[in-house]
T-cell receptor, first 114, second 114 residues
């Protein structure tokens, strides 16, 4: 039982390049989320998916797109990377009827855009 | 406007003493509050939560207190241990909204000195 996995762990891009961050969970959770964390700040929600087949914008969606490929996988795409997107990206999942309402996080992807 | 605020970026306590981490929120719609713990280079992990119908929840050395009238919650760790040194994030959500989205504070870095 791996929980939430993310690939890659590290990535360096040049301005204007594109890339996709992958996330998968094996807990059969309905909801999945993408966050970014900048130094000294909390986690800010980029996009989320309440269930398979649905996606919605979070607090900071500009410059990103997402795909909920199936119940397990939720990917985040940067079409044209900018230095302002240098951050650590976390994927999370949650069971809809959780007793504690908690989210389970992956280990993160550290992205640098030059 | 930040809806969840952790006004102390850092806290240092002696091993065996009590650690008190504070969190304030502004949105009256929030009715579920969570604390997460984060070690460097790892994703956040769920620690403890409380719903708005309670004013206290305890789990071992960790207790969360909620003061709804003041829109304030606190996490007490007793006794503090060196392994508790981490960044602690407060998060809040409104159960009535979809997908269990959470809003996070900026975090408090706790250092427990041996």
């Amino acid at each position: 039982n791996a929980g939430v996995t993310q690939t890659p762990k590290f990535q360096v891009l040049k301005t204007g390049q594109s890339m996709t961050l992958q996330c998968a969970q094996d807990m059969n959770h309905n909801s999945m989320y993408w966050y970014r964390q900048d130094p000294g700040m909390g986690l800010r929600l980029i996009y989320y998916s309440a269930s398979e087949g649905t996606t919605d914008k979070g607090e900071v969606p500009n410059g990103y797109n997402v795909s909920r490929l199936n119940k397990r996988e939720f990917s985040l795409r940067l079409e044209s990377a900018a230095p302002s997107q240098t951050s650590v990206y976390f994927c999370a999942s949650r069971e809809t009827h959780s007793s504690y309402n908690e989210q389970f996080f992956g280990p993160g992807t550290r992205l640098t855009v030059l | 406007d930040q809806q969840v605020k952790q006004n102390s970026p850092s806290l240092s306590v002696q091993e065996g003493r009590i650690s008190i981490l504070n969190c304030d929120y502004t949105n009256s719609m929030f009715d579920y509050f969570l604390w997460y713990k984060k070690y460097p280079a790892e994703g956040p992990t769920f620690l403890i939560s409380i719903s708005s119908i309670k004013d206290k929840n305890e789990d071992g050395r960790f207790t969360v207190f909620l003061n709804k009238s003041a829109k304030h919650l606190s996490l007490h760790i007793v006794p503090s241990q060196p392994g508790d040194s981490a960044v602690y994030f407060c998060a809040a959500s409104a159960q009535s909204t979809n997908a269990g989205k959470s809003t996070f504070g900026d975090g408090t870095t706790l250092t427990v000195k041996p």
